[in-house]
């Protein structure tokens, strides 16, 4: 993400994790770059404690918080389409 930045290959970063061991590259982005957009995209298990670190999210131009339900709906379907294959049931 930084090497992009700096060689100003994008215009926008969209980082999908909330650990806020990745707040250093996010800081930093805005602090030398602030031209660039940075989203966040946080995958937060549980209903009532569904809170995006506030570590990265206060360098965030938007977020969005990923629910059970949206990485339920984004798994392979049972069986693939046109092919033979199935979902592993461990997913």
């Not at 926008?12 to 940075?38: M, V, W, Y």
């Not at 966040?40 to 629910?67: C, F, N, T």
Request: proline share 7%; aromatic share 8%; glycine share 6%.
């Amino acid at each position: 993400m930084l090497a992009g930045a700096w060689t100003g290959a994008f215009e926008q970063a969209i980082l999908c994790s909330n650990d806020s061991d990745l707040e250093g590259a996010f800081s930093t982005i805005k602090r030398h770059l602030p031209q660039i957009r940075l989203g966040l995209v946080a995958p937060v298990l549980g209903e009532d404690h569904r809170r995006i670190s506030k570590d990265l999210s206060q360098y965030a131009d938007w977020s969005k918080i990923l629910s059970p339900v949206h990485l339920k709906n984004s798994q392979l379907p049972d069986r693939i389409p046109n092919s033979v294959l199935y979902r592993p049931d461990a997913w």
